[in-house]
T-cell receptor, first 115, second 112 residues
């Protein structure tokens, strides 16, 4: 089915470990983004991309890296995991605009615990 | 970014209409009004969006005030599955870099 696929669904990391959260979409969306959601809070934007080869920082980028080598994939890398990065991570994608405004499609999330 | 204001929570009865309000008094002329909902333990789900005119789709209706300083998401017949957090978000125009900025949303409870 078309949509946004996130892997893994759950992950436990030790402090200082690194890992990559995967996000893939098959809708040919130019725009992709990563959010984190902490308990009782709304989503906060980490990084986003408006197309292959183009990325930019969102509201809370520290401790995370991204790259966009293809239209389909937008991985999020945790360089050295910290307990403060314990959260649920959501990837989202959308068409880019070009005279119209589009809704976002979200993945089902990755629940990350850093111990 | 222009902000939105929503009540923290609302309760409704199953099979009755629900009107979820949102204030956005600082909205700019090119901001679109988006609504998303998030069911427990799931990612947000797009519901509807509009600019000036009222909008309808299979999920809901969006009523936009004439001055655009407020809007209302209307669920015509609430079901238990509609219990979720609903986010009202302003999304800037049609620019490539326009982003979604989430607030805390309104938690909708549906009574059987």
């Amino acid at each position: 089915n078309a949509g946004v696929t996130q892997t893994p669904k759950f992950q436990v990391l030790k402090t200082g470990q690194s890992m990559t959260l995967q996000c893939a979409q098959d809708m040919n969306h130019e725009y992709m983004s990563w959010y984190r959601q902490d308990p009782g809070m709304g989503l906060r934007l980490i990084h986003y991309s408006v197309g292959a080869g183009i990325t930019d920082q969102g509201e809370v980028p520290n401790g995370y890296n991204v790259s966009r080598s293809t239209t389909e994939d937008f991985p999020l890398r945790l360089l050295s995991a910290a307990p403060s990065q314990t959260s649920v991570y959501f990837c989202a994608s959308s068409y880019r605009g070009k005279g119209r405004n589009y809704g976002y499609t979200f993945g089902s999330g990755t629940r990350l615990t850093v111990v | 970014d222009a902000k939105t204001t929503q009540p923290n929570s609302m309760e409704s009865n199953e099979e009755e209409p629900v009107h979820l309000p949102c204030n956005h008094s600082t909205i700019s002329g090119t901001d679109y009004i988006h609504w998303y909902r998030q069911l427990p333990s799931q990612g947000p789900e797009y519901v509807i969006h509009g600019l000036t005119s009222n909008v309808n789709n299979r999920m809901a209706s969006l009523a936009i005030a004439e001055d655009r300083k407020s809007s209302t998401l209307i669920l015509h017949r609430a079901t238990l599955r509609d219990a979720a957090v609903y986010y009202c978000i302003l999304k800037a125009g049609t620019g490539a870099n326009s982003k979604l900025t989430f607030g805390k949303g309104i938690t909708l409870s549906v009574r059987p």
